[in-house]
């Protein structure tokens, strides 16, 4: 069973950066897409940022591009989130995610942020 394990959450002032990282326990050599999704309280879940293992090829919601920046390890199936000038808004919980070539998905238990005003 495939496990993905955040770490990095906490609670940070606006202006400020947090590093979230991911660490997935499964064969990265199935891993095609990374990322990071976020749910904030009342909301649904949405994606923040995504990224190709292979190739690097990233994704950013509008509202962190500029902001957030994704990296990966595509051997060590990490992926972190750099999270540069945060707004209240970015507050909530953070889920690390996996697509794997065939189509299967993954989920870590999530960890959360708040960013105060």
Do not use: H
Request: net charge neutral.
């Amino acid at each position: 069973q495939v496990q993905l394990v955040e770490s990095g959450g906490g609670l940070v002032q606006a202006g400020g950066s947090l590093r979230l990282s991911c660490a997935g326990s499964g064969d990265v050599f199935k891993v095609n897409i990374m990322g990071w999704f976020r749910q904030a309280p009342g909301k649904e879940r949405d994606m923040v940022a995504t990224i190709q293992r292979i190739v690097g090829f990233e994704k950013y919601a509008s509202s962190v591009r500029g902001r957030f920046t994704i990296s990966r390890d595509k051997i060590q199936n990490t992926v972190d989130l750099q999270m540069d000038s945060v707004k209240p808004e970015d507050s909530g919980i953070y889920y690390c995610y996996e697509k794997t070539f065939d189509g299967a998905e993954y989920w870590g238990k999530g960890t959360l942020v708040t960013v105060s005003s």
